[in-house]
């Protein structure tokens, strides 16, 4: 019921930063839970980082912890994923999601971006 439009991706060196942006239309957007997930090539999509309605509880993969953080401001329909730290493992399309539940599986997201495009070199 949302549409989503990721933006901010791009080619970075390890040890570098990111922030990619997911900007989203329909005036409901601050009752969804959004999440970012990313998909290199040859494997599955996975989960990187969710945030709830409010920005109060966030929660992230094991792999991003401590590098990666999630915000958004409901203002302006926009939720961020900021990246630092970068390794050659990050590289992938990332991808946000909306979801009226606090959910971490890809299947129990149908409302998807385009993607954006993160690639770090070594």
């Known amino acids: 019921q949302v549409q989503l439009v990721e933006s901010g991706g791009g080619l970075v060196q390890a040890g570098g930063s990111l922030r990619l942006s997911c900007a989203a239309s329909?005036?409901?957007?601050?009752?969804?839970?959004m999440a970012w997930f990313r998909q290199a090539p040859g494997k599955e999509r996975e989960f990187v980082a969710i945030i709830n309605w409010s920005g109060r509880s966030t929660y992230y993969a094991g792999s991003v912890k401590g590098r990666f953080n999630i915000s958004r401001d409901n203002a302006k329909l926009t939720v961020y994923l900021q990246m630092n730290s970068l390794k050659p493992e990050d590289t992938a399309v990332y991808y946000c999601a909306a979801s009226k539940d606090w959910v971490t599986t890809r299947g129990s997201y149908d409302n998807w971006g385009q993607g954006t495009q993160v690639t770090v070199s070594s």
């Open positions: 329909g005036r409901t957007f601050s009752s969804f839970n």
